[in-house]
């Protein structure tokens, strides 16, 4: 039987996310302030938040075009709401580790802010509310964000700019902590196979026509920055690399019971606005998430970089549940283990012993 009471951060050791997917790894890993053991937001909670929240995030107070200085929207409530619902909760703080990039404009690199870094760089125990504010500040669309922290300044735009798919950097930090010997990420015998099980949920992209060589030869300077063309590119290619990564540095995530990436590739051009927070878009988009649980899964083929459907691998909602019964497995052996050891007297370090490492991002 299925505990309804779960929640993703007691069964994964990292949860990752990048733009709105930061904001959702937050909400999914800050203590509740009512409970501290629970979270602030469950999974489902948060259709609700970007329901009643996102018109106000969005919402153009403004005649505004391409041409105009600054960005299309000045991000106030979004600042309002981070503060409010996170209020002073730092990295340091989560229910479980979690890993959100954003790019720093005046330093011109990425800024990943994660539990496994605080050692090293004490300021990145920064406010969540900071870091999902600077981890959402899409260019053109809400202003870059300057904060300072320990010290340390930050100048920080939307994490998509590093990492569109921040599965590769949770899968690498989580590769790191392995190779430091970290005892939360280390088996507890060393000839233990350690796994990583991956869970990677999309936002959905839009099956677009590309151009030809001779035709894009042709266009200007102008027509590469107004149409987005080049931004596109990068943001496809930043995806699929990710995926390209994946396959070739960690084939042992191939299997369907230990990665599984869900991932509209056909999303309807009328839904794909990153702004787009209306009612009607909100439903269309919950609906196609659910219709999406019953279609194949999709593998990408890092050959061709096209998605293929693996029969054996069956449905999303199939694959989720057969990555869920892995991850059950895994928590009621830690819970026996911990039982164990504090009987013989000995201290249990969470998230220590299993094989696998659980993560799940948000792209």
Same mark, same amino acid.
């Given at each position: 039987a299925w505990d309804k009471s779960a929640t993703l951060a007691k069964y994964f050791d990292v949860i990752a996310g990048t733009s709105t997917g930061g904001l959702m790894t937050a909400m999914l890993t800050t203590p509740h302030p009512d409970d501290p053991t629970r979270p602030l937001s469950t999974a489902t909670e948060l259709i609700d938040f970007y329901k009643t929240y996102g018109p106000s995030i969005f919402n153009e107070t403004r005649g505004w075009n391409n041409a105009f200085p600054g960005p299309k929207y000045d991000g106030k409530f979004l600042h309002y709401i981070a503060r409010d619902l996170l209020r002073n909760t730092r990295v340091s703080q989560t229910l479980t580790n979690v890993v959100i990039p954003t790019f720093d404009v005046k330093k011109l690199h990425p800024v990943i802010f994660s539990n496994f870094q605080l050692k090293e760089v004490p300021s990145f125990d920064a406010k969540l509310s900071d870091v999902c504010i600077g981890t959402s500040a899409?260019?053109?669309?809400?202003?870059?964000?300057?904060?300072?922290?320990?010290?340390?300044?930050?100048?920080?735009?939307?994490?998509? @700019?590093?990492?569109? %798919?921040?599965? !590769?950097?949770?899968?690498?930090?989580?590769?790191?902590?392995?190779?430091?010997?970290?005892?939360? !990420?280390?088996?507890?015998?060393? %000839? #233990?196979?350690?796994?990583?099980?991956?869970?990677?949920?999309?936002?959905?992209?839009?099956?677009?026509? $590309?151009?030809?060589? #001779?035709?894009?030869?042709?266009?200007?300077?102008? @027509?590469?920055?107004?149409?987005?063309?080049?931004?596109?590119?990068?943001?496809?290619?930043?995806?699929? !690399?990710?995926?390209?990564?994946?396959?070739?540095?960690?084939?042992?995530?191939?299997?369907?019971?230990?990665?599984?990436?869900?991932?509209?590739?056909?999303?309807?051009?009328? !839904?794909?606005?990153?702004? %787009?927070?209306?009612?009607?878009?909100?439903?269309?988009? @919950?609906?196609? $998430?659910?219709?999406?649980?019953?279609?194949?899964?999709?593998?990408?083929?890092?050959?061709?970089?096209?998605?293929?459907?693996?029969?054996?691998? $069956?449905?999303?909602?199939?694959?989720?549940?057969?990555?869920?019964?892995?991850?059950?497995? #895994?928590?009621?052996?830690?819970?026996?283990r911990k039982k164990s050891m504090e009987k013989m007297g000995r201290p249990f370090i969470q998230n220590v012993v299993g094989k696998s490492k659980q993560v799940i991002t948000n792209a």
């Open positions: 899409a260019p053109t669309y809400l202003p870059p964000y300057y904060f300072q922290n320990d010290g340390t300044e930050f100048n920080l735009i939307d994490g998509g @700019v590093a990492a569109t %798919n921040p599965a !590769m950097a949770a899968v690498t930090e989580v590769i790191k902590q392995q190779k430091e010997k970290n005892p939360e !990420m280390t088996p507890k015998n060393s %000839n #233990e196979n350690t796994k990583i099980l991956l869970l990677s949920i999309g936002c959905g992209t839009v099956k677009t026509v $590309g151009y030809d060589a #001779e035709v894009a030869e042709q266009f200007s300077a102008a @027509v590469w920055a107004t149409s987005g063309l080049a931004t596109g590119a990068y943001d496809y290619a930043s995806k699929d !690399m990710t995926e390209f990564y994946i396959s070739t540095v960690f084939p042992g995530l191939q299997s369907s019971d230990y990665y599984l990436r869900i991932q509209d590739y056909n999303l309807d051009p009328s !839904m794909d606005a990153l702004d %787009n927070a209306t009612a009607v878009n909100m439903e269309n988009l @919950v609906k196609v $998430g659910q219709k999406l649980l019953e279609e194949p899964v999709l593998k990408m083929n890092v050959a061709t970089f096209v998605p293929e459907e693996d029969v054996e691998w $069956g449905t999303n909602a199939k694959a989720l549940e057969r990555l869920a019964e892995v991850l059950y497995r #895994e928590k009621k052996l830690r819970s026996m």
